[in-house]
């Protein structure tokens, strides 16, 4: 039974392989859209950078409220201010991609 | 720090939200002098966004602050996570709209959703001119 699966599994494997045959050959004059797939990754990075940054100060925020409740005023707006300052910055990134892709 | 301080640093987010209509609404009458109807209608929907997002902001910060301390009036979880979820849902729909209905005004939301930033920062230069008028 695992002999039979692993035949069948390669003839699709096989078969995945042939299927670029068959596709459509480059147009002529046709060239890359570079700023298209760099903005695709910038955006994913600025994201991902932003996301690494609010999670760490939300990780210290709590910690320092969990140690220190009486500090909830200062801590909560220092969080506050940092989450909006940060996620302003993938929107920096965002605008960015609109003004070069449009 | 001493409570007089205390109650200025407290009614900062207040003050953020009063400078971001101030900006915002003198903003808009300039776009609109300058870029015309559509433009200026984009920046007043960003606007808008802009300020539910930052109000939504802060409330998930306090629920969140509520569960850290165990204090207040707890929130349910599932509430907490979905408004925080739903902020970037109403951005992403405002910009698809207005994209779809004229491209030029996604200027103007794009523009309008970076009011939290000019607001934080006239809070910032308002907190150093009262640290040096007390003479601190």
Known sequence: MRRTLSFIFMALAVMCFAVPVFAQGEAAG????????????AMAIASAVCGIGQSKATAAACEGLARNPAARPGIQ????????LIESLALYTLVI?????? | MTRSSDDFYSGAYARIVRFMLALGSSAAIAVL???GVAVAAGFVVG????????HWLKRVVSALAD???VSGERQSSKGVVLRF???YFLIALGAYAIFKISPDSLYGLLAGLFLPVGGIL??????????????V
């Open chain 1, 97 to 102: 991609i609109f003004a070069k892709v449009k």
């Open chain 2, 122 to 135: 006239i809070e910032a230069v308002y907190e150093l001119y009262a640290a040096l008028r007390r003479g």
């Open chain 1, 30 to 41: 046709s060239v890359t859209n570079w700023v298209a797939i760099t903005s695709g990754f």
């Open chain 2, 85 to 87: 979820l739903l902020r």
């Open chain 1, 77 to 84: 707006l220092a969080l506050i201010l940092g989450l909006a």
């Open chain 2, 47 to 54: 606007g808008a966004i802009a300020i539910l997002n930052f």
């Open chain 2, 33 to 35: 002098l300058r870029f």
């Open chain 2, 67 to 69: 569960r850290a301390t």
